[in-house]
């Protein structure tokens, strides 16, 4: 069974651009999540939604985004890119999203902004 | 708001013993993971304590008593493989959300 896929593996924009990040969960998983995590640091929670709902947000500004599809793949959108938001992104699956689940992480989209 | 503080570094040589500490202060607790993260790769799952006590999995073990706010996690007969980061992590009250704590570095050494 395929993991959790992320695209692109990594990608190079210029401040003030904007970016699409793409994510396919695990089959039968219906819940996604959003992490970033800067070099050197733990990842730190953007996004999770469920049933195409979102259910929380971190403390990002708006110029981030997203939205879930009807077959549970995700896209995570940042507009006005600022050199601090060079990073690895990271998205997490599960079956539902609570409880005990562990989630279950894709390989990430490294982005660098120039 | 939560805070989760774990070492950033250690060093251990093959076939020893290392321990891990990881002290949090959360807004409601649903349970602590801890995940392996080696340099470029997804984070991926080692084990999961809700309750307090040791959860014992092959060479790995961790433990948990929410009362201190405090866990660990127990490498035992280390191999060089076992070289990466080790990341803390704690899901509040509602929701699926995990706090990260900032990881810590665990190098293997001959």
């Known amino acids: 069974d395929a993991g959790v896929t992320q695209s692109p593996t990594h990608l190079i924009k210029t401040r003030g651009q904007h970016v699409t990040l793409r994510c396919s969960p695990i089959s039968g998983h219906k819940s996604v999540s959003w992490y970033q995590q800067v070099l050197g640091q733990g990842p730190q929670f953007i996004f999770q939604?469920?049933?195409?709902?979102?259910?929380g947000r971190g403390n990002f500004p708006d110029r981030f985004s997203a939205r879930q599809f009807p077959n549970y793949s995700s896209e995570l959108n940042v507009n006005a890119l600022l050199l601090g938001d060079s990073a690895l992104y990271l998205c997490?699956?599960?079956?539902?999203?609570?409880?005990?689940?562990?989630?279950?992480f894709g390989s990430g989209t490294q982005l660098s902004v120039l | 708001g939560q805070n989760i503080d774990q070492p950033t570094e250690m060093t251990a040589t093959e076939g020893a013993i290392v321990q891990i500490n990881c002290t949090y202060q959360t807004s409601g607790f649903n349970g602590l993971f801890w995940y392996q993260q080696h340099a470029g790769e997804a984070p991926t799952f080692l084990s999961y304590n809700v309750l307090d006590g040791l959860e014992e999995k092959g060479r790995f073990s961790s433990f948990l008593s929410r009362s201190k706010g405090y866990s660990y996690l127990l490498l035992k007969e280390l191999q060089m493989k076992d070289s990466a980061s080790y990341l803390c992590a704690v899901r509040g009250a509602a929701g699926n959300k995990l706090t990260f704590g900032g990881g810590t570095r665990v190098l293997v050494k001959p």
């Open positions: 939604y469920y049933e195409k709902e979102e259910r």
């Open positions: 997490a699956s599960s079956l539902a999203g609570g409880g005990s689940e562990k989630l279950f």
